[in-house]
Nanobody, 124 residues
């Protein structure tokens, strides 16, 4: 059983930056691919970014490509999401998730464990 705890969400102005962190415990972190998803009020959860267990492969939603960067530190059991050039439409609850799979990482159905989420609000 893997426990995930996100942190770093806050209110920020458009154009600003934030770094989200997701700390994992209770399992072999380096065995899991990790993903970030987000859910805006009244909308479905959507894929943001994912990273392979080794960190060698990364995947991004078109809406965040070039602005967001996912990374991981397996020694610290932590995955990060660096978010730059934030826009009001990035406002959402951001969730990290762990997957034993190596493919289909853009799909929430292939993730086994989820954090509780952290709120990111981007003001205009």
């Amino acid at each position: 059983q893997v426990q995930l705890v996100e942190s770093g969400g806050m209110l920020v102005q458009a154009g600003g930056s934030l770094r989200l962190s997701c700390a994992a415990s209770g399992g072999m972190f380096s065995r899991y691919a990790m993903g970030w998803f987000r859910q805006a009020l009244g909308k479905e959860r959507e894929f943001v970014a994912a990273i392979s267990w080794s960190g060698g492969s990364t995947y991004y939603a078109d809406s965040v490509k070039g602005r967001f960067t996912i990374s991981r530190d397996n020694a610290k059991n932590t995955v990060y999401l660096q978010m730059n050039s934030l826009k009001p439409e990035d406002t959402a609850v951001y969730y990290c998730a762990a997957s034993i799979y190596t493919d289909y990482l853009t799909s929430s159905g292939f993730y086994d464990y989820w954090g509780q989420g952290t709120q990111v609000t981007v003001s205009s």
